[in-house]
């Protein structure tokens, strides 16, 4: 399968990055990108053809990858219109909407829209993905063979839904890093070195998670057995429930979600 991408940047690197990684063809991959120095520096990391505009190659291509940002996908895609026949297009720009990109494609249906997540380019990410009506089995399949080179993938049969994994898995990176940043902050308040405090931070957070993962229970048993009746994380844990702090975060998530919501409807507008 040919894949031209639309846009180079981080997100479009990592994709081919792990493509390449699962032996992809590299004369299989082409990518478009508009600046000189970007294009430079991914014909050089990836060794990929790259082109500064579309040419008779995409017609040629059997998916594309519009990964541009939101605000620029209207251009991609009056870009793109003249050169498509058949063609997979997946869409990985945050709140449009498939019916807004099948709008300015010309009424094009074949399309899945894509919410991946930064840790893809540690091959970590997980990718919501929604499928358009016309996507036939097939279609779905390339989609989640694409993004499950960066990390794991879910299929959501309601396109509203992805404003909820925008809010939760999209966003969901920065809450971690925050909470991480706020732990370490504590530790040096608490008086240990900068260096200490970090590691303690990360580790703790990627070794919880990790055991989350292998245990396969739900975090509120996990976080139970930590949990000596009369000890330190119960303080903790105290402290926490009279701040609100679940509470909080929910609302936090909740306002991401409305704020892609309103994205959507932004952009869409013609």
């Known amino acids: 399968m040919k894949i031209t991408f639309i846009g180079g940047g981080n997100m479009a690197r990592a994709i081919i990055g792990g493509?390449?990684?699962?032996?992809?063809?590299?004369?299989?991959?082409?990518?478009?990108?508009?600046?000189?120095?970007?294009?430079?520096?991914?014909a050089r990391a990836l060794n990929v053809r790259v082109l500064a505009?579309?040419?008779?190659?995409?017609?040629d291509t059997d998916c594309v990858v519009?990964?541009?940002?939101?605000?620029?996908?209207?251009?991609?895609a009056r870009t793109l219109r003249p050169w498509?026949?058949?063609?997979?297009?997946i869409s990985i720009a945050a709140g449009v909407r498939v019916r807004d990109l099948s709008r300015w494609l010309?009424?094009?249906?074949?399309?899945?829209?894509?919410?991946?997540?930064?840790?893809?380019?540690?091959?970590?990410?997980i990718s919501g993905l929604y499928a358009g009506r016309a996507v036939n089995a097939a279609g779905r399949a390339a989609a989640q063979r694409i993004l499950g080179a960066v990390g794991s993938t879910l299929w959501f049969r309601r396109e509203d839904d992805l404003d909820a994994v925008t809010a939760v898995s999209g966003s969901g990176p920065a809450y971690?890093?925050?909470?991480?940043?706020?732990l370490e902050r504590a530790a040096r308040e608490l008086g240990l070195a900068a260096d200490a405090a970090r590691?303690?931070?990360?580790?703790?957070?990627?070794?919880?998670?990790?055991?989350?993962?292998?245990?396969?229970?739900?975090?509120a048993t996990l976080r139970g057995r930590v949990t000596s009746k009369g000890g330190t994380t119960e303080r903790a844990?105290?402290?926490?429930?009279?701040?609100?702090?679940?509470?909080?975060?929910?609302?936090?998530?909740?306002?991401?979600?409305e704020r892609s919501r309103e994205l959507g409807d932004e952009l869409g507008k013609d």
């Open 66 to 76: 519009l990964a541009v940002k939101p605000q620029q996908l209207r251009e991609a």
């Open 53 to 59: 505009a579309l040419d008779a190659g995409a017609a």
């Open 84 to 89: 498509l026949a058949r063609q997979l297009v």
């Open 106 to 125: 010309g009424g094009y249906p074949r399309i899945v829209r894509v919410m991946p997540n930064t840790p893809a380019l540690a091959l970590a990410g």
């Open 199 to 219: 590691r303690l931070a990360l580790e703790t957070f990627s070794g919880a998670l990790a055991l989350a993962a292998r245990a396969g229970e739900p975090p």
């Open 176 to 182: 971690v890093y925050y909470f991480v940043e706020t």
């Open 237 to 257: 844990l105290a402290s926490l429930n009279a701040d609100r702090v679940q509470d909080a975060i929910v609302r936090a998530v909740k306002a991401a979600a």
């Open 19 to 42: 493509l390449i990684r699962k032996r992809w063809p590299r004369r299989a991959v082409q990518v478009v990108e508009v600046d000189r120095a970007a294009r430079a520096r991914l």
